[in-house]
């Protein structure tokens, strides 16, 4: 069974830093890009990074470019994100998202910036 467990969500403040991770398991990991994607209040779906299988490459969203870093660890199933330089309009619930699976999801970790 595919499973995704997001954490490291919290309560910062503006230009604070936080690390997600993604706990992933129930498929082979190394085989598939991963991604982010986040679910702010009242607002459509967002894919803030996509990184692909092997950690070769990443793509971030105009929003996050420069601030966010995707990355993941393939011997222990794990995916990061890495956020700094947060803003209120990063509030949100973060979920990692395999793009091939979109119907997997992970109960995902809410991330709350304050001014």
């Known amino acids: 069974q595919v499973q995704l467990v997001e954490s490291g969500g919290d309560l910062v403040q503006v230009g604070g830093s936080l690390r997600l991770s993604c706990a992933a398991s129930?498929?082979?990991?190394?085989?598939?890009?991963m991604s982010w994607v986040r679910q702010a209040p009242g607002k459509e779906l967002e894919r803030v990074s996509q990184?692909?299988?092997?950690?070769?490459?990443?793509l971030y969203s105009d929003s996050v470019l420069g601030r966010f870093t995707i990355s993941r660890d393939n011997r222990r199933n794990m995916l990061y994100l890495q956020m700094n330089s947060l803003k209120p309009e990063d509030t949100g619930v973060y979920y990692c998202?395999?793009?091939?699976?979109?119907?997997?999801r992970g109960q995902g970790t809410q991330v709350t910036v304050s001014s």
């Open positions: 998202n395999i793009p091939s699976m979109p119907l997997v």
């Open positions: 129930g498929f082979v990991f190394s085989d598939y890009d």
């Open positions: 990184i692909v299988f092997d950690g070769g490459s990443a």
